[in-house]
Structures are given as structure tokens and as C-alpha cells.
């Protein structure tokens, strides 16, 4: 195995249908914990420049709704609703994320044994380095959620944590943004 630090001019974060009436699904981890650990990615993502793509499933009355710890960091951005439970089956989707250029996903979301597993699969198969932050996802059963991560890991899709992705993004901790990164990778260490 090799090993290559995160790239913030290489990265996308995907965040996969992080919306009201979806992320109250997740039993693997609470609503609070998980609302915190998107919180997290978000600000991470804005402090290096990495873009976001954010991907819905449809909501029963209107537009979904994003959870705000996503849109208070990234303001307004497209929402590419999907009728599939992968990311790249979609064509908007898809081409949200391919014309973005860049190669390394960091995917989160609910439901990790669907959307998250379906669009992690498919990315890795199209040859993204796709990383799934784990703390910013949420599963519907610890079982099931286990069984996608398997499944996942051994497709080649490799797991983190917000504490690991900000280290990585800190590296030299000269540099302005890695404050940023260290304030969040304490504030996610000592929650």
C-alpha cells in the first residue's frame, strides 16, 4: 500500500443527502454527533478550498432540505437530486462531480449502506480515490452499516476520520489554514 497525504487542489467532497427527514435515520451514530462531524468536514473543506457537491434524494413536499451545517458554510450551492441510490447513476450527479477535475472524493452522508456505499462503489470503480469520512457519515443499523464498510474496503475505498483528515490537511503547521485544521481536529478530539 501506498501512502499520499490528502491534496486540498485534488479534492471533492461529496455530501450525500445530508437533508432534514434523512439524517434522523442514522442508529449508528446520534443526530448531534453526526451534525458535528459534517459541521466539521464543511468548515474543513472551506478553509482549503476544497469544492462541494451535494447530492439529495427527493423530499415528499418541495425542494429537500440541507442540513444547515452544510449550507452555513457553503451558502447556496446546486442541489443534484437523484431518483438512484448512486451518486453516479444519476447524470447530473455524475456530471457535478466530473466536472469539478478532481480525483480524490471524501464522501459523506446518510444512509451509509446505500447512497454512501453505491456512490463510494461506483467513484472507486471509475478510478476516484474516494475516502469516506466515517464521523460525517450515518448508518441505518451497526450490522448493516458494517457489512457496506467491508464491502467498501474491500473495493478499495479507504476509510478516515475528521481528526485524521485535519491532521492531514494541517501538514505544515506554519501555514495560515492549519490553525483552522487544528482547531477543528481538537474540537473533534475532545468532543
Do not use: W
Not at 454527533?33 to 469544492?51: C, D, N, Q, T
Not at 480525483?103 to 453505491?118: M, N, P, Y
Not at 480515490?129 to 474491500?154: H, K
Amino acid at each position: 500500500m501506498s501512502y499520499t497525504p490528502i491534496d486540498p487542489a485534488h479534492s471533492l467532497v461529496v455530501f450525500a443527502d445530508l437533508q432534514d427527514g434523512i439524517v434522523q435515520l442514522s442508529r449508528t451514530v446520534d443526530e448531534a454527533r453526526l451534525r458535528k462531524g459534517v459541521s466539521a468536514l464543511a468548515r474543513l473543506a472551506r478553509a482549503y478550498g476544497i469544492p462541494a457537491v451535494i447530492t439529495t434524494a427527493p423530499g415528499s413536499a418541495g425542494a429537500p432540505q440541507v442540513v444547515s451545517e452544510v449550507t452555513s458554510v457553503f451558502g447556496t450551492l446546486p442541489l443534484n437530486t437523484r431518483l438512484t441510490t448512486d451518486g453516479f447513476l444519476d447524470p447530473g450527479t455524475r456530471a457535478a462531480i466530473e466536472s469539478a477535475g478532481r480525483r480524490t472524493l471524501l464522501i459523506a452522508g446518510v444512509a451509509t449502506e446505500i447512497v454512501v456505499q453505491h456512490t463510494s462503489l461506483s467513484a472507486c470503480s471509475q478510478g476516484f480515490d474516494v475516502q469516506l469520512v466515517i464521523d460525517a457519515c450515518g448508518g441505518l443499523s451497526p450490522r448493516t452499516e458494517e457489512a457496506a464498510l467491508s464491502r467498501m474496503t474491500i473495493a478499495g475505498v479507504a476509510t478516515t476520520s475528521l481528526v485524521s483528515l485535519a491532521g492531514q490537511l494541517a501538514g505544515d503547521l506554519g501555514r495560515p489554514a492549519s490553525g483552522a485544521a487544528l482547531g477543528i481536529l481538537y474540537e473533534m478530539a475532545t468532543a
